[in-house]
């Protein structure tokens, strides 16, 4: 059985999500009270609705119970983000997830029973930080408060060396996962690999660790 | 020598780089022409000015061109956001990353020079519907279109099991690259680990095979 989704409010955050989930095949339904908004997504939603949430009657004929996860992507209005947020949880629905401005607005949504809730300029602002604090590493995942996998793009201090002559699980304690060479994936790389001037290394070990590493790597 | 920063535009995403970068030990230079956003960051930035970014004379008098990289944070006003930028590019500032709002923001700035553009709301509503569209998938790095770096949690299909039980690089073409387990993060796992309800799998593969992966495990 497929998932059913609820998008309400197609700012740029809801719509993202919104196209996304259509993009990848799942059942949307968009809902926001501008109507410009809405007809935008009348061909890429399964159905595309003007609706004010913060009203009962119109979430009850809307059926929005019987959908498996509604998204609440409302900014700015925070009132009507929590009044929504509340009609949903009271009607039913099994999972919302809703989308904070601020802490408080956390608080309160966690409060009324929002299943999960985001803040997406702040993530995003703590990730280009990330990416942008070393010009050599593109792209990371947090797997804990302590340890990540970064895609590192190899300068010339690391070109034309194999990972033997690097010796860099020995030496800092982390391990190369992969090789991103153009189009090529390289999943587990030989010993005797011979890293290539930009090849990106995909690198998993302890912050500190692969910190290590890129700075001795930038000296 | 530390690299040197500059925020313009302290809303969520403006204030959540500049915090991080505070954090990460940067210099960093915070401003908004909103004299209480700036107070807000007097003891987190290196320094906090309140200036209006538009005006020529504001930035020289800054010395904006001795800075590394200046991230223009300006959002709804895009007419600040565009001159803001056309500035900082012409008084010489090396690096400029500018947050756009839509399409036409961002053609916008990459003609008049910024280095680099980003769209919080609509990358992060892409990474959500991603993290929802599967409620296993916990976090992604996308390696290219086809491949990526997934966390996986286990469900009762695969707890008890080891990795030769289940024998996934031979039957998926996936390699599992680490298991998270509470604080503790396994590198490399033996094929003779067991699997726990919960851990977490950090798995690498072609995004096709991990689906096909993540499908059957869901039986
Ligand atoms: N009560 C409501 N019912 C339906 N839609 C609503 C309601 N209140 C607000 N919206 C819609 O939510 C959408 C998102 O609102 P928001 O204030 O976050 O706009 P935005 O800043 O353009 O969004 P983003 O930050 O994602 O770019 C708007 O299109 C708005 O019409
Ligand atoms: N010309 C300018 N000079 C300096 N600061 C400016 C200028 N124009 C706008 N700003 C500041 O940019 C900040 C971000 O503006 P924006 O309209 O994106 O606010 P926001 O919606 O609160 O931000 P976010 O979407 O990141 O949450 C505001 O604090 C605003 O005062
Ligand atoms: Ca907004
Ligand atoms: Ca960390
Ligand atoms: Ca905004
Ligand atoms: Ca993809």
Redesign the pocket.
């Known amino acids: 059985m497929k998932k059913e989704f609820v998008v309400?409010?197609?700012?740029?955050?809801?719509?993202?999500i919104c196209r996304e989930l259509s993009e990848q095949g799942m059942e949307v339904m968009a809902?926001?009270?501008?109507e410009d908004?809405v007809n935008e997504f009348a061909s890429i939603a399964s159905h595309a609705v003007v609706?004010?949430?913060?009203?009962e009657s119109v979430l009850k004929s809307l059926g929005i119970r019987n959908f498996d996860h509604v998204i609440v992507?409302?900014?700015?209005?925070i009132q009507?983000?929590i009044?929504?947020t509340l009609m949903l949880k009271e009607v039913g629905v099994k999972k919302v997830t809703a989308?904070a401005?601020n802490d408080y607005h956390e608080k309160v949504l966690l409060k009324i029973g929002a299943d999960q809730v985001v803040h997406?300029?702040r993530d995003m602002g703590r990730r280009i930080a990330n990416n942008i604090v070393s010009n050599n590493v593109l792209d990371y995942l947090e797997l804990s408060d302590e340890h990540s996998i970064m895609e590192i793009i190899a300068n010339d201090t690391l070109a034309g060396n194999t990972l033997i002559d690097l010796d860099i699980r020995a030496r800092y304690g982390i391990n190369i996962v992969a090789i991103k060479r153009g189009k090529e994936i390289i999943v587990s790389p030989q010993a005797d690999e011979p890293i290539l001037l930009n090849d990106i290394l995909i690198i998993i070990g302890a912050d500190q660790d692969i910190d290590r590493f890129e700075k001795k790597m930038n000296d």
């Open positions: 309400i409010g197609l700012g740029r955050f809801g719509s993202s809902i926001d009270m501008d908004r609706a004010d949430t913060t009203d992507a409302i900014g700015d209005d009507s983000s009044l929504t989308k401005q997406p300029e």
